[in-house]
Every structure is written in C-alpha cells, then in structure tokens.
C-alpha cells in the first residue's frame, strides 16, 4: 500500500550508513567498514519531491547519492536477536543523500557536508508492502542513469541496519534511515534534474538551483 508523506512530518533523526555498497566504498577510495558506518544528518535539510536542491556556497563539488529509505513506524530500542526488525518499519521510500563532497573531505566528519538545507529530497511517497531486499535503486541526472545497484548488494541488509540502529539509539516513529548508496556518485550543477527511483516505490525528482 501507498500513503503519501504528510508535510507535517518531522523526524527526530536522519540516521545514515556510510559505504553500505562495496563498489561505492571503492569509488572514494575507502574500505569496507567491518560494521556499520553511522552518521546523522539534520532534519533541516529536508525536502520533499519536486522542491529544488540549493547548491551552496560552502561547496563546489555537490553529489547526488540515491538511496532506499526506511521510514521507522514506533519506537523501538535494542531489538532482541528473535524479534522481526521489519515489525517497526511503518514503510520505505527514496532518499538523495546529498553531498558536499569537498566539505566533507575537509572536515573529515561528515555532518556539515551532508547537513546544507535541502540536502535531504525524500518522497514520494511511503510504501508499505515492500520487499526490500532485493530492489533495484538508481539515480539518473538530465535522463542519462549514473547509479544503478540493487539492494541485494548492501553490505549490511536492511534487517540487520534495523536491529543494530536500535542497539546504538532509541529510534522513534518517523525516524528516517537512508541505507547506503550504489557506485556512481557524480557532481550535480544548477539546473540539472536529479531522479532517484526505487523499484516498487516510485521515483523522487528534484531539480538543482
């Protein structure tokens, strides 16, 4: 089933994982995490299908990064080992993890690169019946594909980020979790149109200003 994403909606976090896709590690040069690579953005920089992505003037190098999102149903904290992690999904979505690449290789820590307002497109809307462990996830620029992964190739399966994220912080009904990117990453300029879309969801569009 399908809802739409009520404006009122506000997480208390966005928790995202860092190098989920082997490929994308590779890409930038990094190794594969031995666990989970946690990091937050701020829930300022949320914004909804079809509201532009501002470019900053703090970055010159600004990435698209597409994504499945799990959008946490109730609160849940250090899901037991025999408990279902998918009982606290309410749904998923897409997610654009964008990026000031150079910010975020300056300052090392990834919070003010990836924190900009509206750096956060998600939408369009929740999907509730969703097998998502193995979906096709891809990102197009102007029409031409960049990204192009599937679930299935996720270092750490959504079940597994689920159950470890509560074990880390309490996550609340609303809460956001993006789960990594596939390989393609690519600067995004003003006046391009960036699409991520989820097989089963739907596709995000927004445009860059």
């Known amino acids: 089933m399908q809802i739409e994403i009520p ?8 928790i995202c994982v860092g190098r989920n896709y082997a490929e994308h ?19 300022s920089a949320l914004i909804r299908h079809e509201e532009p992505i501002v470019i900053p003037s703090q970055s010159s190098q600004v990435e698209h990064e597409a994504e ?4 946490i149903g109730r609160d849940c904290k250090d899901i037991g080992d025999d408990e279902d992690p998918f009982q606290y999904a309410r749904g998923y979505t897409c997610l654009n993890d964008v990026t000031g690449r150079d910010v975020q290789r300056m300052d090392v820590q990834f919070t003010r690169g990836k924190s900009f307002d509206t750096f956060c497109p998600i939408g369009p809307i929740i999907e509730t019946e969703l097998d998502v462990r193995d979906v096709r996830v891809t990102c197009t620029v102007n029409g031409e594909i960049r990204q192009d992964g599937r679930t299935s190739q996720m270092v750490f399966p959504v079940e597994f980020l689920i159950r470890y994220i509560s074990r880390q912080m309490s996550l609340k009904a609303g809460d956001v979790i993006a789960t990594g990117t596939p390989s393609g990453v690519s600067r995004l300029k003003s006046g391009d149109v960036c699409e991520v879309t989820v097989e089963g969801i739907g596709t995000l569009r927004n445009r860059v200003s």
């Open 7 to 14: 404006e009122s909606h506000s997480p208390s976090k966005i």
């Open 25 to 43: 590690a590779a890409e930038l040069g990094n190794d594969v995490p031995k666990e989970p690579l946690l990091f937050l953005k701020a829930p």
């Open 68 to 71: 499945l999102a799990i959008i």
